[in-house]
Each structure stands twice: as C-alpha cells, then as structure tokens.
C-alpha cells in the first residue's frame, strides 16, 4: 500500500508539475505559484475539518511548517527551471530529492535491504540518463534551469522529510500546515518582488488544477510516509518525472531519444524492485 500510495503521488505530482511548467511559461511564476497553492489551502483546509482530526498541537505542525516552505521554494525552482529549460531535462533532474531523505534515514539507523538498495541505484541511475541533455554544447548535459532544478531537489527532499515528521501526528493537519505555510510564503514574496499577479481567462483552469494536482499528491505521499521509512517513499515519488516527460511528448511534441527511454525504463525497473 505505501508503494502504491508514493507511486500514485508520483504520477500527481508529474501531472500536476507539467502544468506548472507550461503556465510558467505564460506568466509569471510566482503568479502560478500563489494561485495554486491558495487552491490546495483551500481544499486541505476542507479536508482537515470533515476529518475531525484532534488538533496535534503547534510543536506537532513545525515540521510541516518547515516542509511547506521548503516545497514551496521547490515548486518555485521547478515551474521557473521548466520555464526557462526543457521540462524533459529539468524535471528529471529534481527528482534526485531522494538523495535528502535517504541521507537522513542512514543517519538514523534505517538500512534499506540489498533489493531496495539495488531498486533505489536503478531509479537514481535512470534519472541520471533521463537528465542527459545531447544538445549541449559542452557534452556535460547541463543545461538552462539546470541549477534551478538542483534547487528544486533539495527542496523537494527537506519536504518529504519533514512531512513524514507531521505525518506522524495526523496526515489532514500535516497537509493543512505544509499548504498553509507554501501559500503564505509565496504570497510574501510575490508583495516583496510586485510580481504581476495576471494570467489569461483560458490560464487559470490550468493553473488551478496543478493546485489539485498537487495537493493530492502531498496527501498521497504523507499517508505513504506513516508505512514506510521516508527515504523508500522519496525514491519511488520522486518517479514522477516519467509523467511530466510523457506529457510533454504527448502534448508539446517534445521528443524521447533512446538514451532517455532507457533511463525510463531502468527508472520503473528501479521503482519495481522498491516496491518488492
């Protein structure tokens, strides 16, 4: 069930990140950004009232707190480094945010078994390839938004871990803090910066939806994180690339070559074996 529940995050987050990344780039970020996450508020604070959880108390929510500033920083990397840079490129990319929570769960005692571990080198590797950029000039395959999508990884893994802290207290709460501290957060920058807050009629169903999007796959992964360690649950959401970059070849026409179809494949290989 967790695997089920973090693999379905995934593919959310991935649809919900491709509309990010094509709004973005018909307004400003920032503009995509507030939007969405007053939608996800919106919805998390719906929920948490029909669940009549029991307050968890404000020591219980910090960690949320800090998981939504971190994932809002995330999101912001991410819909701005699509923008700029080729979805099929900077979303694999961020989604080494494993490296985070896994890094934390070593530190705590937790060892992944030898199947695990060769499921997680699979999915990294497949990142890596799907990460390649055959076009750049210096053959490094780093491309525009590239430190953008570095930026995004970090903030995406301080995420996972710390709503697997709130998690633990009660999952409607934990989403509710994590969403009421990314809108509060993008609201505050988009004051100080005076980004336009304007998009076309036709721009804010879109945007909306990554709001939807988005927060479904916050609560998927929040409940995947309170059965099983954070660092499993990071590597198997953090797959949701495969989605975005399935869309944009379906609906932007951006192509696969065969170096990213086998990072594709050893990435759900990967995926596979996690969830054994």
Known sequence: ???????????????????????????????????????????????TLASNDAWPGAGALLPALGAGVAGAVGLGALYRGMAIGAMGIVAPISAASPVVP?????????????LRWSGIAL?????????????????????????LALVAALGFGLFVVGLDVASDASVPWAILGVRSASTTLAILTAIAIAAPMTASRGLW??????????????????????????????VLSALYPVTTIVLARMVLGERLD???RVGGALALCGAALVAV
């Open 102 to 114: 896994l890094a934390i769960d070593l530190a705590r005692g937790t060892t992944p078994s030898v």
């Open 1 to 47: 069930m967790a695997a089920l529940l973090a693999l379905l995050g995934a593919s959310l987050w991935g649809i919900g990140d491709f509309f990010g990344g094509v709004a973005s780039r018909r307004t400003h970020v920032l503009a995509v950004l507030v939007a969405s996450q007053a939608v996800g508020l919106a919805g998390a604070a719906a929920w």
């Open 205 to 234: 169903p879109m945007i909306a939806a990554v709001g939807v999007f988005d927060t479904g796959a916050n609560v998927c992964v929040a409940f995947a994180t309170t059965r099983t360690s954070a660092g499993v649950v990071a």
């Open 123 to 147: 999915a990294l590797a497949g990142i890596v390839l799907l990460s390649r950029d055959p076009g750049s000039a210096s053959g490094t395959g780093f491309a525009s938004g590239v430190a």
């Open 258 to 260: 065969a170096r990213r």
